[in-house]
C-alpha cells in the first residue's frame, strides 16, 4: 500500500492500494486491482472503473462516477454523484451539492 501526504499536479490513474492525506489537482481514475483511501481532495473528478474500490473521507471537486466498482462516500462531493454499475454506499451524513 502506498500513501502520499502532499500534493499530486495533473491527474491520478491507479490499480494498485493508496491512501492520500493531501490533493491532486486534476481528475483520479480507479482502475481493477485499484483501491483509494481519499482523506484529502480530487481536484476534478473522480471515477471507480469496474473492479475498482474507492473510500471517499475527503473532497472531490468535480463528479464522481462510479462505473462498475465499489464505493463508500463519508464526506463532500462538490459535483454530481452517478452510479452505472457496481455498489455505492452513502452515509447519512455525506454531501453531495448537485
Avoid at 483511501?37 to 480530487?42: E, I, S
Avoid at 473521507?57 to 454499475?85: A, C, F, K, P, W
Wanted: proline fraction near 0%; include cysteine; glycine fraction near 16%.
Amino acid at each position: 500500500m502506498e500513501t502520499e501526504h502532499g500534493k499530486i499536479e495533473g491527474d491520478l490513474s491507479l490499480n494498485y492500494e493508496f491512501v492520500l492525506h493531501g490533493m491532486v489537482t486534476g481528475n483520479i481514475v480507479v482502475e481493477r486491482g485499484g483501491s483509494l483511501y481519499l482523506h484529502g481532495t480530487c481536484g476534478k473528478n473522480l471515477i471507480i472503473q469496474e473492479g475498482g474500490k474507492a473510500y471517499l473521507h475527503g473532497t472531490v471537486s468535480g463528479d464522481m462516477q462510479n462505473r462498475g466498482g465499489y464505493l463508500e462516500v463519508y464526506s463532500v462531493i462538490n459535483g454530481r454523484l452517478t452510479t452505472d454499475t457496481g455498489n455505492t454506499i452513502v452515509d447519512k451524513d455525506a454531501v453531495i451539492r448537485k
